[in-house]
């Protein structure tokens, strides 16, 4: 093989999958992956359970170690930045730890360079005591900042040979707060609410819409709203924070209506960007949501270039179009395909649907697909949804819980377009019976008709979702 | 409306289900429910869990009171049994509690006259101390042989005005029993193996097979086996029992190959086969299976009779055949679907996949489709499997515990044909991502990308199902 080297940009889910899939199809590329920072193959989702103290080390969080990954025969590069792309030329300008700078030629390249957290438009997010959670680091940033001064050491959070110590320096001697806000009712928001009230705190969380987890539609919103009140959250909804103040560290929260709040804390979690800056000057384009534009394969606009995880689009289950959807499973499975792919087996990426689910103490509450009518009718549809409250389980059997069902399809051909689904029971899991459904193009009629699982004890005879999918096809055929 | 009524035979899931729609949808039309016994609409599938003394009352397994099918305008009949269906004449015979005998004219007529449970080739289970369990006043007895003699009465168990005194006479001088044989592992004889060792007895399962729960496959009999073991149940396995015997009552239990068990107490749980004495005699045509003939509608050979539930077959989803999987869900929905239908809105009965779950103590099992090889060939497949275990959750996320994925696809075409799931942490529901997919006649390419929900309490990235369809993937590829 004389291949020029398959090179990925990016240690983590997409990155990381694609280097290990390659490696293992092709045994004799060269693979090389530039990580810019000391942590790899970590999970992200992981982190506000880290946070909570339910995970003792940050470490339990690498899905791989850099050792693991020397082994596979991946060429892993940490502390190693990619800083520019020169597609003509097939290679990548790269700047290690120490500043030292060298061009790296590629046959393939793939860019995995993820996405970070939002900030704007709230002001003052650079004060001291103002947090995001994207990353290893900033989790064990929070978690120091949490602890009785001084008491976090690299050790005690279990940060491996990776954590810089310098990230825990500045809460070496730092009060720790008893009031905190949550910018942001978002999954990183009601994670993190959670999280917070494991701690003690007096937690309070701003929202700029109706109820929290938008995307999760109102029915899943009124509950965890209801659910993150009984756990002694304050609530703040329909409130946009405008700035957050203070000397030497947060002291005070202010929002556009003049609501204000005096904080030892804040954590803003309003949104997460794709990071396209190192295709910027180069032929690569972008999607119109911004991330990088790329087909059924991962490939991009640029022969050789791919790109995968939260810095890219991928198609749309229901729309058919391309959008961006940053989640971890997307990114696992584009990466792998994109490796495969590479060494020479050309593999779809896989559609998407949007398929999520959170916890908000004990809530469970998914989403897949389109649930909100603008989205719905943007694509096309007519959306009619129906919302039913079920039992989880036969009603006369223990535990049996309230969950709750949202169905949603398009009048004209009945056509399933997305659902929601929430309780304390086993909840997020029927999400995946809706997913599967949407993925199979099925209609309303279809599902009402599945032969799903029954036992008293994990179901009534008509499953949850098959009860929404009844109630919605009568409303269809008014 | 002159039409003549709308009889329907058995007053429970089908039954009830039928009626209740037909009247909804069609007020007008009169309605006419038999059932030979005392009650009516009641969970089958509950009845092992009251025997354990998890449900209090008998009368909370009823999904419907007899005063509540009245308020919806059914006329429904108890203690009357219908004894013959002239199709010619569009007549069934009926017998009421006290023996007198009229003719009801039909207009449609559904035989929804269930199953019954197996006790052949068994000798000697006409004893007193041998049981099945099939129906309320099967779980009544049970329930009053295993208490004190004489305390059991219809108001302990909660038997409204529904049990019949009679059926807890024999147990009023009765010695309460320490050791009990379960003869047969299926659903039936798995359950009340738990509920038997919750009221503390010495509990011994006796199956032919080589594991329990043999249309679950392998990988699910062998965990439930150990994890019947684990419970203290003694597991016979690849025993035939031959015979009960005694004297007053049971007092033994003798296998084929000399093993030989002093019991007090016997369930036998070695089968179900569908109530067709009704139709024996008339032109209503029977399917391979020995159950009744039924189109996509439900309807029979006969102009104008229907059958659902337990007596009749159904389409399976797999094989394009008609079978018979008398399951609780099944039967409601064709029920639902005939009442439809009869109204003058024609809706198919949907098919099966044969799903199905049943709780072991902590272990969850899931199967639907075709599971073993030799059901796939017969209806033409090549069959390939693959068992996967993962786990439940993130693998660093507290709770996490081992979920074993059996899926089986048809080599030259890839299409998914069957699948099983078993653990202790939401397995069952799992289920139903397979039984979807199996629906949507998926490939397991496409099982493989399905966008399924990960979030860390709930999941790994890789969903155990997806791991399994890739895994299983890569071996048709091979």
Redesign the interface.
């Known amino acids: 093989m004389t291949a020029e080297p398959f090179v990925v940009v990016g240690g983590d889910?997409a990155g990381l999958s694609a280097a290990s899939k390659c490696k293992r199809e092709a045994p004799d590329r060269e693979v090389v992956v530039f990580e810019k920072g000391p942590w790899v193959s970590y999970?992200h989702?992981?982190t506000p359970?880290f946070v909570k103290g339910?995970?003792d080390a940050l470490t339990?969080?690498l899905s791989l170690s850099p050792d693991e990954v020397d082994e596979r025969g991946i060429d892993l590069r940490r502390e190693h930045e990619v800083t520019g792309i020169d597609t003509s030329e097939r290679t990548v300008a790269v700047r290690d730890a120490d500043g030292d700078r060298r061009d790296q030629p590629y046959g393939d390249l793939l860019v995995a360079t993820g996405g970070h957290a939002l900030t704007a438009p709230v002001d003052g997010t650079g004060l001291p005591g103002v947090f995001s959670l994207h990353g290893m680091d900033d989790a064990a940033a929070i978690r120091a900042a949490l602890e009785p001064a001084g008491e976090a050491t690299v050790e005690s959070l279990g940060g491996g040979d990776f954590l810089d110590p310098g990230v825990l320096e500045p809460y070496a001697d730092w009060a720790p707060p008893e009031t905190v806000a949550i910018v942001g009712g978002g999954y990183v928001g009601v994670e993190m609410a959670e999280a917070f009230t494991a701690h003690g705190l007096d937690v309070h969380l701003f929202q700029r819409g109706e109820h929290v987890l938008g995307p999760f539609g109102e029915a899943v919103g009124e509950r965890v709203d209801a659910e993150l009140r009984d756990r002694g959250v304050t609530l703040h909804l329909g409130e946009t924070v405008e700035r957050l103040v203070g000397d030497e560290r947060v002291e005070r929260l202010e929002c556009a209506g003049g609501t204000a709040l005096d904080v030892d804390l804040a954590l803003v979690g309003v949104g997460v960007r794709p990071n396209v800056g190192l295709v910027a000057d180069t032929p690569v384009e972008l999607g119109d949501s911004g991330a990088v534009a790329v087909d059924d394969y991962g490939r991009t606009s640029v022969d050789g270039v791919y790109a995968a995880g939260d810095c890219a689009e991928a198609r749309h289950?229901v729309t058919g179009a391309f959008d961006w959807v940053p989640?971890?499973?997307?990114a696992?499975?584009a990466g792998r395909a994109i490796g495969q792919t590479v060494a020479g087996d050309p593999k779809?990426t896989?559609?998407?649907?949007?398929?999520?689910?959170?916890?908000a103490f004990d809530q469970?509450a998914?989403r897949?697909g389109l649930v909100d009518r603008e989205r719905c009718e943007a694509a096309g549809f007519d959306p009619v949804s129906e919302t039913v409250t079920d039992s989880s389980r036969?009603s006369?059997?223990?535990g049996a819980a309230e969950t709750v069902v949202t169905l949603t399809a398009d009048r004209e051909t009945g056509r399933l377009l997305g659902g929601t689904v929430v309780g304390t029971d086993?909840a997020?899991?029927?999400?995946?019976?809706v997913?599967?459904?949407l993925?199979?193009?099925?209609t309303v009629a279809?599902v009402?008709?599945?032969?799903?699982?029954?036992?008293?004890?994990?179901?009534p005879?008509?499953?949850p979702?098959?009860t929404a999918a009844k109630v919605l096809h009568g409303s269809l055929d008014d």
């Open positions: 889910a999970a989702c992981g359970y339910e995970i339990d969080l289950a989640l971890g499973l997307t696992n499975r779809p896989g559609d998407i649907a949007g398929t999520a689910v959170v916890k469970e998914g897949t036969s006369y059997y223990p086993r997020a899991v029927r999400i995946d019976t997913a599967t459904a993925e199979g193009d099925m279809e009402e008709n599945l032969d799903l699982a029954y036992a008293p004890p994990f179901s005879v008509w499953d979702v098959l």
